[in-house]
């Protein structure tokens, strides 16, 4: 076999792969938005058929075979080449696909089913009881699963680099401990200050109003409709089901402003990082944004850095007030400036402010590793994170409801490796940031003036194009000069909210 | 191997055969509703692929094995068994499906997913001789695809056969001239009276009203939201994208009633068939309406026989009425029966009136003969259309559009085998309306109190939960007690027709 036709015979096995997994990305979509009650049953077997296909064609030994092969000619056209990446990430995908059992893949994605279908009932019922032993059978599973990946210097780290190309459990807890550092005292400082005022965001925000702001919005930021669309779901999210097709979902409650638009701004990040990838790596496993973290970096660097500005809403407040007669009447922009960035500890993380959502984070991190190395219970959670919270935030949940039932994480998947990419998405956000500022010629003035086109060009450039060519910490370096850092992030929120609470 | 075990085998390999081609539908309901334009070329690959895995799998000679295996056992379980059907449909699919070569369906899938794109803009356009080589291949081919099955008394009765098992070229052919004995006078009579005013029907009927008056008709039929729903798209259709999950889609015109409230009706007619099968053929080929032709009678049965009925409308019309507030002001009940089934010859098949309907359809029987044999060259067929259509309804189209180019079937598909169904639909839903009026305690009372569930009730019984168990011609003799025949169609018609017009 000639090279050409091993790498020929790599890509078709790879768009095979690709192809079934949007195929299952089609699936997956029609579940959250359209399918009736009736279709649950069958869609659960026909995602687990496709799903099972797909992983029995990545670590069919044949591409074991073709990689092996292609490995020294790959390599020798540069480290960042297309062709060495593709081997490369190729490789990855099929090491850990293979390391873990078939039977252990039913097994999981049967339990994790099972959990998730009764946790749905269970956070409404605020019935931890019935999801305790569930869960206790995660926990364990969840070790096995990591179990499968040795040779890590921490036994959970496999769940973390999964997540996170190349970072371990010692690596987020340090810089937890550093953005600890960084945040406790600016949340003490406003604490002190008089809670901003955020009524003029709850009134009369009609749904269909909301749509439309929304999408002129990221029509602007340049999410491209005619490669996406948007619809209504219980919890937004963002999926590719194929080239050309990067759809978001939102939810909106029509006397609430904040948690549509913002859900929106948020899913369109991570929908813009997916339209911007080259398209000459569609068909292949680079064909996707690279870390759960990079990823998140865009959605909050969107939803956060420039949507709850204020040079943004300089620009959009005008259109907005024209687009909610009467809402907003005699609420000035900085009035609702300061709304949107209120700051107070709450319960609920997906409705936190900037300056405490990394708190909820580190706490559950924190929680999940005791649940994974034994020293917390299943049955001892619930008040594990009470105590928690308390301690951190000080607020103390009534119900498990908004305590050890929030999320759907811990219920829908393995225990570990999901919560920390949240957060070093914050960090890279800002790194990010700063850097568009350093290069970009006055940046503020043009998010102000309502251009959005040189950021996501700069960052088109910078990140989207390569997918996953490059790991999250490559990335960085390529686009910071430096290492992953919290300093832009400490930095960002303290003169952001110095401002605001007049610190 | 114990015969449980192979018969689990089997289950188990139709299982998976029957969730790919439901994951299939969902990505192909998804292309036709909601996918936005850019996603077009990524969603074909993923369509071939998953046909390509169905086919693969049905056409496993492990699939023989088995069947050949089981049969002696399943026919010992009589006939009318669920182990004999499995057995009996499950060899035929499977025959089917291995006398035709895989590089053919390849290239037979190709060549009509190019001819359907060039189609899609060349009907608009009027433009013919784009379409023309392409077709010529299409001929090509459909006669390739006839000759993979030999055995037959005409070289095209494979093609009917596909569609309707048993049926052939000789026995449409002389269903279709005996039809058309009974039909031509009936035409002939009506012309000669005056035209029935179908002015009401057109006026302000706006599209989110008559998706509401729909649904509740649908409803009352016995269309079950929880297992499916409505959308728009350019063609109506009815999909199965699992159990549980029978959707149907519309098209309105907003200053049109019929089109929009009829073709609801006709796809709920599918539907509702489709609901009505009984789940325990589930994962199996028996899963799904039997030929198309019966699924045709179901569509056309709830559409005209009921929906187009003086006693269906003595309830509905009052609802109607209400639901456009004036567009039907001094329109009473007989004038707006009248103008729904007002008869002039037209050049729209779809469009059609039932009396003129199936001359339609038997203009183009004959061309695809005509073209398959080669007595009629694809560069003649406009004519040859334009010359047909004025000897037999007396109209001419002054262009391609309405005419060679009007429907999807030769562009998207292969020629022959295709149209006949809904000519024999229209025959069967009279004979087993006419079964319904004999076996039901005053059917079109209970059809005038807005009563559907006993109509419902008789034909799931004698009809839907079967699916694929039966073929057309056994349905007709168990449902009617005789063999296919026209002569209760001819009767509807004479009888209905006969009074709207005076006749």
Redesign the interface.
Known sequence: MTRESQLAELKQRL??ID??R??GA??G??QAT??????????G??LA??SR?EHDRLTDPGVGRLLDSLAPWAEAQGADSDAAALVRVTRRDYERATRVPSAFVHRLSDHTATTYHVWQRARPDNDFAAVRPLLETTVELSREFAAFHPGYAHPFDALIDIAEDGMTVAAVRSLFAELRAGLVPLIEAIRARPLADDGCLTGDFPESAQQVFGEAVIRAFGY??????Q?KTAHPFMTK?????V?ITTRYCSDRLPEGLFATLHEAGHAIYEQGIDDAL?GTPLFSGTTAGVHESQSRLWENLVGRSLPFWRHWYAPLRAAFPGALDGVDVETFYRAINKVMPSMIRTEADEVTYNLHVMLRFDLELALLDGTLAVADLPEAWRARIHSDLGVAPTDDRDGALQDVHWYGGIVGGAFQSYTLGNIMSAQFFAAAQRDLDDLDGQIGAGKFAPLRGWLTTRIYRHGRKFTASEIVQRVTGGPLSIAPYVAYLNTKYGALYGL
């Open positions: 768009q095979e192809d079934l949007r195929a089609v699936l979509w029609d359209y399918m009736p009650p009736g279709g649950a049953q069958a869609r077997r026909q058929l496709l296909l491209d409709y005619a490669r996406g669309r619809d089901l194929g080239r050309g097709d759809r569609d």
